[in-house]
């Protein structure tokens, strides 16, 4: 059975940190493209972050450059999703998705909330 479970979201205030954790099993994750997305409440899913197969190659969307950073352990089956300096424009669901040619799988999602 696939699975994809996120971890590691919660309240946080502006300027702090938060690690999203992605642990995946039941399919082949070192051969799949990981990625982070996020949808804002009213607001579309947007992509924010994509990391390859072997992690020597990094996607990041124009808001979140120079204070998230994405990154795998593909012998513990996990993604993370390191976030800093947080912003409230950041508070979203976000979930991890892999990606293959063929298919893809999504996570269930976790609350980021950035308030004071």
């Known amino acids: 059975q696939v699975q994809l479970v996120e971890s590691g979201g919660g309240l946080v205030q502006p300027g702090g940190s938060l690690r999203l954790s992605c642990a995946a099993s039941?399919?082949?994750?070192?051969?799949?493209?990981m990625h982070w997305y996020r949808q804002g409440s009213g607001k579309k899913r947007e992509l924010v972050a994509v990391?390859?197969?072997?992690?020597?190659?990094?996607i990041y969307l124009d808001p979140v450059k120079g204070r998230f950073t994405i990154s795998r352990d593909n012998a513990k089956n996990t993604a993370y999703l390191q976030m800093n300096s947080l912003k409230p424009e950041d508070t979203a669901v976000y979930y991890c998705?892999?990606?293959?040619?063929?298919?893809?799988?999504w996570g269930q999602g976790t609350q980021v909330t950035v308030s004071s």
């Open positions: 998705n892999a990606g293959h040619s063929v298919d893809e799988y």
């Open positions: 039941g399919f082949t994750f070192s051969s799949y493209a």
């Open positions: 990391i390859t197969t072997t992690g020597s190659s990094t």
